[in-house]
């Protein structure tokens, strides 16, 4: 069973490739792609990729350095390993709610139907215990046809608790052979083991991962899809605190906004909305009292302007949270930690401080968008991005490819290795200049441990790059 495979080339180039089915099959059938002979497509020009197009991890890079990592490029071939009356095709949806879901349920069962003339398409309700619960929905053309105008996922969904064996016993006694997995890292971690599983019994089936992370928290890809609409409502949410706050005298707005571990939303929209005074993300401990301190910037910033917004990351300050609270330690069914309500901790915080130390009085609003966030149907860019997702997956698992995830890296479409995905999980770089232009826009300290800002002794090592900008790192 081959799971990942690395290609060397000339000039450093490596080509971290995704499994095949010809990988642990031999002497495959392939056969014509029907694109060909589709009209909608007759005017494409060099419509199918070339086998050796791959995509660039790094693009920017010195003109001595190596080329790098790269993966293959996403599209149509020339020969595809199935006949399209053959195809039993499934789609499952696991883990949270993320907009977007539907419009890629919808993109599948439409580019199988409409590009490669696929008519069986089975959706599995409730996640992955729906392959052993006997929970399923036809799917076609018809009954998908405006499911992307909603939130959320017409197969509903559900987080861990799969038993691998039932599953794969399940896909091998309906003759389904190509799954579509929609889902996080947990919900990839489980497709990898799947396709394990698959290649162990030898069956020709296509396992595909489309990477679902509202939170934008995927390795290797640009972007995940949802990320664009919750970055939309959270502005949403952003202004009505700075609404509520500017109202009243020494009104303070605290936003909520999702991340458990990245805070790339809380970002974005911090930097769309030009309303927020000071953005608090997982990847930048912040303090609270003291010299430098988040309540002495409040009080600083309540005094310059009258009032002020907070926008918190729903993973950000857990460290100062009580260790006593026993949820600290509870997991979800997913194996996630559990957090406690940072938003309302810090509430309360803000509220008992300054009725205790300072001649101040209040107003405070906490809002926490969350759930709305999750649920609204995703806007017209994500719509887009779902589209070209799931017409990368199709063509990828007709193509004969599997045990991969697809999205894009560096603007192309990619198939990229399940453990590529798995290995690791994105976040918010605070020495670069993404965070730093946060800072400026905010006005905001850094929020260093009142260790670090005292100690003017500590040694700094400046890291200068390629393009001439300069990271001072506090060591």
Not at 183 to 197: H, K, L, N, P
Not at 244 to 263: D, H, Q, T, W, Y
Not at 329 to 356: R, T
């Amino acid at each position: 069973m081959v799971d990942s495979k690395i290609i060397t080339g000339v000039a450093g180039y490596v080509l971290e490739d995704v499994p095949h089915l010809s990988d642990y099959i031999p002497n495959l059938p392939t056969y014509p792609n029907p694109l060909q002979d589709n009209p909608s497509y007759s005017v494409v020009k060099q419509y199918f990729v070339n086998v050796d197009d791959t995509v660039a991890q790094q693009i920017v890079i010195h003109k001595n350095s190596p080329r790098g990592t790269h993966f293959r490029r996403a599209g149509p071939r020339q020969k595809v390993y199935f006949e399209s009356e053959d195809v039993y095709a499934c789609i499952v949806t696991c883990g949270g709610l993320c907009p977007g879901v539907n419009t890629l349920i919808r993109e599948i069962v439409c580019g199988l139907y409409y590009m490669y003339g696929v008519h069986k398409v089975l959706g599995i309700e409730g996640g992955y215990r729906g392959f052993y619960c006997q929970n399923t929905i036809p799917l076609t053309p018809k009954v998908v046809n405006d499911i992307h105008k909603r939130g959320g996922t017409i197969l509903g969904t559900s987080r861990g608790g799969y038993d691998t064996s039932k599953i794969v016993d399940s896909i091998q006694d309906r003759g389904i052979n190509q799954v579509y997995i929609v889902g996080g890292d947990g919900t990839q971690r489980g497709a990898s083991v799947i396709f394990e599983e698959i290649g162990r019994r030898g069956l020709k089936v296509s396992v595909v991962g489309i990477p679902k992370a509202v939170d934008n928290d995927i390795p290797v890809i640009d972007k995940s899809f949802g990320f664009d609409t919750a970055v939309e409502e959270a502005q949403r949410a952003i202004n009505a605190a700075h609404v509520e706050a500017e109202s009243i005298e020494n009104g303070i707005g605290v936003v909520k906004l999702m991340g458990r571990f990245s805070g790339f939303i809380p970002l974005y929209a911090t930097l769309a909305s030009r309303d927020v005074d000071c953005c608090l993300i997982p990847e930048s401990p912040f303090y609270l009292e003291g010299p430098g301190g988040l309540f002495e910037f409040i009080k600083k910033r309540l005094k310059e302007n009258g009032h002020m917004v907070i926008v918190i990351t729903e993973g950000a300050g857990q460290e100062l949270i009580s260790e006593s609270l026993s949820a600290m330690n509870n997991q979800d069914s997913s194996g996630n930690k559990l957090l406690q309500d940072v938003g309302l901790w810090l509430s309360q915080k803000i509220k008992d401080h300054f009725a205790k130390h300072q001649k101040m009085a209040i107003n405070l609003k906490y809002i926490d968008p969350t759930y709305m966030i999750r649920a609204v149907p995703s806007i017209a860019s994500d719509n887009v991005y779902c589209t070209l997702l799931a017409h990368s997956a199709v063509h990828g698992a007709m193509a004969g490819y599997t045990g991969f995830t697809v999205g894009p890296v560096n603007g192309r479409h990619a198939y990229i290795p399940f453990y590529r995905i798995n290995e690791t999980q994105k976040k918010v770089v605070i020495t670069d200049r993404m965070w730093a232009r946060l800072l400026s826009s905010t006005n905001q300290p850094s929020f260093w441990n009142p260790k670090d800002i005292i100690g003017e002794s500590k040694e700094r090592t400046q890291h200068q790059k390629p393009d001439g900008e300069i990271h001072t790192v506090i060591s």
